[in-house]
């Protein structure tokens, strides 16, 4: 079993940059593709962006040039750097990890997951 743990949310003003991290348990962590996922209220969630083992990413239209996602293998971290926020960042943003070298939903889906860490941006 895997645990994964995000932190590094808050109110930040459209405009703003933060950094959210998240830890996750076990000695295989570089094998996982790892994704960050947010959910706003009354919409589905979405992946925002994606990182495979070790540097393959993916980022949704709405984020390219903004978002920034990372790893490092040795601190079993991965990181969403966020820049120039914007009002419609507002969500929970929940870090997945899962199995294989794709970004698929279905698989994501299936994988494991933190709590969410609360990104609110004001304008």
């Known amino acids: 079993q895997v645990q994964l743990v995000e932190s590094g949310g808050g109110l930040v003003q459209a405009g703003g940059s933060l950094r959210l991290s998240c830890a996750a348990s076990?000695?295989?962590?570089?094998?996982?593709?790892m994704g960050w996922f947010r959910q706003a209220p009354g919409k589905q969630r979405e992946l925002v962006a994606g990182?495979?083992?070790?540097?393959?990413?993916y980022y949704t239209d709405s984020v390219k040039g903004r978002f920034t996602i990372s790893r490092d293998n040795a601190k079993n971290t991965v990181y969403l750097q966020m820049d120039s926020l914007k009002p419609e960042d507002t969500a929970v943003y929940y870090c997945?990890?899962?199995?294989?070298?794709?970004?698929?939903?279905?698989?994501?889906?299936?994988?494991?997951w933190g709590q969410g860490t609360q990104v609110t941006v004001s304008s």
């Open positions: 997945a990890a899962k199995h294989g070298n794709t970004f698929m939903l279905a698989e994501f889906m299936s994988g494991y």
């Open positions: 990182i495979t083992s070790p540097t393959y990413t």
């Open positions: 076990g000695r295989t962590f570089s094998s996982y593709t």
